[in-house]
């Protein structure tokens, strides 16, 4: 089974994030980079289909250069090779045309399945998988928990709201959009590591009428809903207050 | 205009098409609703309330189970020849599945998962958060319409949906469609072995999330639960990486809870946790990061190391009862 695997780099967790001077972003220009948590998860389950059933995985990514890092990370787990679409016009781009440009370089490919993420952790679209799967013109399902592959149709559980799940079954070829957890991930071996170096990477340029479908005209911290009294003190003190309150005031406990 | 779609499972009406309804009816246009599935009857009644213009059923038995070919199909009909400048929904997973294919179909694409909306320089403008609530967005379509966008569940009040003095007009559309062309077959929903553990019974529930960093600090927080007379819970990746099982988990795909006391230990505060919690009476946020999203939502909290916080807390509750 020929597997394609989408991946998006995005800013780490743990960076403390600013909006930029022209507030339409943040500031990542000296940011630390991880794959987004979801695709990490999507990864896992191609090369977990593929130790199944044969077949190799492509790992895909769109935007600037420094993606290339997340590729190295995907071809060291064990990807076969990767397709890098780059672009810097890509770093902050809307899902319909991160779509349409990692479309344009897969579609020759003929993947029998593509997965990808349900969502990103920086703008969180939860879409840019499904747009993919309308411009490859293949049948997709979303939030999947776990993938059964018989004779090319597949057999997959999509999560549904407040703990239901529901199996739907669709022929192959298909792209799914994976939901956190569905696996244990693994990490890359030293093995693995230098095995990546060597493995093939296919750089495209998108084309150069790609245009956005979607204008930030302004990024803000959100206004506070709510009043926090925060209990100020060495942790002693703060946690002797809180106790306090929650007895006294609050009356929870 | 602007076209609503709705969501039914059976022939209940999903709660939030209200939500959608109040910001459509917001935009100061005519609003239609439209539904899709088999046996409309009863939820089209129940829409037609809602002061808008039309209520458009859009029946047809391949429409009796959701699939994302079938409704993307139906749709894409619906809103070609309606012609709506806007198409609104509520971020469900289902509308999730499959609204922004059907965007794509008609070269459109979707404002997803917004909380409100404003105007900028004459423009309609959608506000979304990003970057795990950390910031928001004013995001604005480009392009011609129809432009589509998708409201976070709870964005909007359902019972301040204005209703009108008349039942709006139902229309049947007249909808054609090539079942064979749906991809999907689905099987009926179920739930996994029964939930072992009922959360939203608690009266004190201490969550615990990645600011934890190791099954091995489980326990910590179990003692401070177990000081409070508390049950155990987590947001979604500690379930995900194993560290507490998947029916301790809060959040859209978890339990809803509401109990008297919510105690969120190094917790960020994404939307999917926020929706599973915000309704408890007092909410306490115990995290390093003074920015984090929780604090929106906390009535109290502490800017500190849970790891210094959680063995003071612990003591000042053994020592004070």
Not at chain 2, 184 to 190: K, R, S
Not at chain 2, 232 to 248: E, F, H, N, V, Y
Request: aromatic residues 6%; charged residues 25%; proline residues 5%.
């Amino acid at each position: 089974m020929k597997i394609a695997v989408c991946v998006k780099q995005v800013v780490t967790r743990e960076w403390p994030l600013r909006v930029d001077d022209a507030a339409t972003w943040v500031q990542d220009r000296d940011a630390s980079f991880e794959m987004n948590e979801p695709d990490a998860y999507a990864l896992e389950e191609a090369l977990r289909l593929k130790e199944q059933h044969g077949g190799e995985v492509v790992v895909c990514s769109a935007g600037p250069a420094r993606v290339a890092q997340v590729i190295r990370e995907a071809l060291a787990r064990g990807a076969d090779r990767a397709i890098r679409v780059e672009s810097d016009r890509l770093a902050t781009a809307d899902a319909g045309m991160v779509a349409e440009a990692l479309a344009s370089a897969m579609r020759e490919e003929a993947f029998d399945l593509v997965l990808t993420g349900l969502q990103s952790d920086d703008q969180g679209f939860a879409q840019t998988g499904v747009v993919l799967a309308e411009l490859l013109e293949i049948p997709h399902a979303t939030i999947i928990m776990e993938v059964q592959v018989a004779d090319q149709t597949l057999r997959v559980k999509r999560e549904l709201e407040g703990g239901w799940f529901q199996w739907v079954s669709m022929p192959t070829p298909a792209l799914l959009t994976i939901q956190s957890g569905i696996n244990q991930l693994r990490y890359a071996t030293l093995k693995g590591i230098m095995a990546a170096k060597r493995k093939d990477v296919r750089v495209v340029e998108p084309s150069a009428d790609l245009t956005p479908y979607q204008e930030i005209l302004e990024l803000y911290v959100p206004e506070k809903g709510k009043q926090t009294r925060l209990i100020e003190g060495s942790p002693g003190e703060a946690a002797n207050e809180l106790v306090r309150v929650l007895r006294e005031e609050a009356r929870v406990i | 205009m602007v076209l609503v779609i709705a969501e039914q499972r059976d022939g209940v009406l999903n709660k939030t098409s209200w939500e959608t309804i109040v910001a459509a009816q917001q935009l100061g246009q005519p609003v239609q609703v439209a539904v899709a599935g088999v046996d409309l009857q009863a939820v089209a009644a129940e829409l037609a309330a809602a002061d808008v213009e039309a209520v458009l059923t859009v029946e047809h038995p391949a429409l009796s189970s959701y699939t994302p070919d079938g409704f993307v199909t139906a749709f894409a009909a619906v809103v070609t020849s309606e012609a709506p400048e806007y198409v609104l929904l509520s971020h469900t997973y289902q509308t999730r599945e499959f609204a922004p294919r059907l965007a794509a179909r008609l070269g459109r694409s979707l404002i997803t998962d917004c909380v409100a909306t404003k105007t900028r320089e004459d423009r309609l403008t959608f506000v979304r958060p990003m970057f795990q609530g950390k910031f928001v967005a004013d995001v604005a379509p480009t392009g011609p319409a129809p432009h589509f966008a998708s409201f976070q569940i709870g964005a909007f009040r359902p019972d301040a949906v204005s209703r009108g003095s008349s039942p709006a007009a139902i229309r049947s559309y007249p909808l054609e469609l090539d079942a064979s062309a749906i991809r999907q077959t689905v099987e009926p929903p179920f739930q996994e072995a029964k939930q072992a553990v009922d959360l939203t019974q608690a009266e004190r529930i201490v969550a615990v999330g990645r600011g934890i960093k190791g099954e091995e600090h489980i326990a910590l927080a179990q003692q401070l639960a177990a000081a409070l007379g508390a049950e155990i819970a987590a947001s979604r990746p500690i379930c995900d990486s194993g560290w507490l099982p998947m029916d301790r988990q809060v959040g859209s795909s978890g339990q809803t809870v509401s109990p008297k006391l919510y105690l969120a230990l190094g917790i960020s505060g994404a939307i999917q946790h926020l929706v599973g919690m915000k309704g408890a009476r007092t909410i306490v946020a115990v995290n390093k990061d003074a920015d984090a999203p929780i604090f929106e939502v906390a009535d109290f909290g502490i800017v500190g190391d849970l790891f210094e916080v959680v063995p003071a807390l612990i003591a000042a509750l053994e020592t004070e009862s």
